[in-house]
């Protein structure tokens, strides 16, 4: 199956820093998805991103499929930006997400 | 974006006994549903699928007697952990697709979870 990996496994960032957060993926992918999991473990869905670049206020995010892999970046990053990210992506197109272990943020004041 | 409630957020619950979480897809259809679970520190790993009408499919090293999945009905699946133990306590988590009129890729919607905890 397909394997996913998010680099760095943990990051800590000084408030204002930006930052990326990169994920690889072992095969051609279709729908890859960027999320957020807070501190009570709801995941907030940030990216829906097959390819190309999409922006959301200070998040940002590109896929390259063809390289097999995909980029999120932070800008001006703020303490409540902390928690896990994970990119997850499907084996085929619309079977089950498969995760990668995410990156774990720290944003300090 | 589509909504997919999971209830209840937290539970505890004495050894033996059964625990049913509820994923309902509030404002589309969900013919399929994901079950996935978290232990601390570590990533969602997926139980199972959820099919509407028809029996679940397991991953590997889940134990379809021990957690039981029924899709009654297009907006509910419900996960049922049956005789828990405190190896079971864990963070639940449904999934969902609203595919709508789409044939392609479609974002995938997650429910709060259910922290589960056996004593």
């Known amino acids: 199956g397909i394997q996913v990996e998010q680099s760095p496994p943990d990051l800590i960032l000084q408030e204002g820093a930006n930052s990326t957060l990169r994920c690889n993926f072992s095969?051609?992918?279709?729908?890859l998805q960027w999320f957020h999991q807070n501190p009570w473990g709801q995941l907030i869905n940030l990216f829906y991103?097959?390819?190309g670049t999409k922006q959301n206020g200070r998040l940002s995010a590109t896929t390259v499929a063809t390289e097999r892999y995909s980029l999120l970046y932070i800008s001006s990053s703020q303490t409540t930006d902390s928690g896990v990210y994970f990119c997850?992506?499907?084996?085929?197109?619309?079977?089950?997400?498969?995760f990668g272990k995410g990156t774990r943020l720290s944003v300090i004041a | 974006g589509a909504v997919v409630s999971q209830h209840p957020s937290r539970v505890i619950c004495k050894s033996g006994t059964s625990v049913k979480i509820e994923c309902r897809s509030l404002?589309?259809?969900?013919?399929?549903m994901f079950w996935y679970r978290q232990f601390p520190k570590q990533s969602l790993m997926l139980m199972a699928t959820s099919n509407e009408g028809s029996k679940a499919t397991y991953e590997q090293g889940v134990e379809k007697d021990k957690f039981l999945i029924n899709h009654a009905s297009l907006t509910l699946s419900t996960l049922t952990v049956t005789s828990a133990h405190p190896e079971d306590s864990s963070f639940y988590i449904c999934?969902?697709?609203?595919?709508?009129?789409?044939?392609?890729?479609?974002?995938?919607?997650f429910g709060q979870g259910t922290r589960l905890t056996v004593v």
């Open positions: 095969d051609s992918v279709n729908n």
């Open positions: 404002d589309f259809q969900a013919t399929t």
């Open positions: 997850a992506a499907p084996v085929v197109v619309n079977t089950p997400l498969v």
């Open positions: 991103i097959p390819s």
């Open positions: 999934s969902a697709r609203d595919f709508g009129d789409s044939l392609l890729g479609t974002e995938a919607f």
